[in-house]
């Protein structure tokens, strides 16, 4: 029995591509089929892939009705985390997606997945992406005050959520925790988080993240060992679409 993660799948099988990256990038072609080749060469049934959010490009349900089909038919049992752009997946609404999709597929908020040992917990989380005003070298002099204050008001949201799933993993007996992020625990500019403090709090084993795809991108925020945490970046193209095991 394993674990795998990966993120950023961004499929669009029944609706609209708004990422122009994704139609022109050579890393993004046909990531369907190569995604579905190495996820049957690596996983097993009882094995577990969790998908770490912007799973499509769906506005609905039923606009990512495809898109649902498609990872249902991959190898394992999927948990999915909400990322910024899965706008089918309202919060409050969670609950009746796990319900809708028992059985098939299990949706990460507010909860755990229990694996093993481990509890599997995770929120979208949030970094603050600027607007940052740059010199003429290129450096970061100065960034969006506004933008700033409201991305703390989103991060204390996230925190809030993911306590309670903490919370509920401990209560129920699990001392091994996993955590997903969609957003990276820290932006470019810092060397620890909020985020990166709970999980020391919590003492989690691994933090596993995406949202970061394109090559400039790839190491805005920490990978490796970190203060006894192991950080990875899972997002889809970062791992030419072979699932990271983390188990
Ligand atoms: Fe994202």
Request: include cysteine; proline fraction near 4%.
């Amino acid at each position: 029995m394993s674990l795998f993660a990966i993120g950023d799948l961004h499929l669009h099988f029944s609706s609209e591509c708004r990422a122009p990256m994704q139609r022109t990038d050579p890393l993004w072609k046909n990531h369907t089929q190569k995604l579905r080749a190495n996820c049957q060469r690596l996983l097993k049934e009882d094995d577990t892939l969790v998908l770490v959010g912007d799973h499509s490009w769906g506005k609905s349900l039923a606009q990512c009705a495809p898109d649902f089909d498609y990872i249902q038919s991959l190898p394992g049992k999927k948990v999915l985390l909400r990322g910024n752009h899965d706008r089918f997946w309202e919060v409050s609404k969670t609950e009746r997606l796990n319900e809708t999709f028992a059985g098939k597929l299990f949706f990460l908020q507010n909860n755990y997945y229990p694996y093993g040992d481990y509890a599997l917990v995770g929120s979208m989380g949030f970094s603050f992406e600027g607007p940052f005003y740059l010199n003429r070298k290129g450096q970061i002099v100065d960034w969006d005050r506004e933008a700033e204050a409201e991305a703390e008001r989103r991060i204390s949201r996230e925190l809030e959520r993911l306590r309670i799933s903490l919370e509920a993993a401990r209560a129920d007996g699990y001392h091994r925790l996993i955590l997903f992020l969609h957003y990276p625990p820290t932006n470019i500019l810092e060397r620890r988080s909020a985020f990166t403090d709970l999980a020391e709090e919590y003492g989690v084993h691994q933090v596993v993240y995406a949202h970061t795809h394109g090559e400039a991108r790839f190491h805005n925020s920490i990978e490796g060992s970190f203060r006894c945490i192991d950080y990875s970046l899972v997002s889809g193209d970062y791992l030419r679409w072979t699932p990271k095991r983390i188990l």
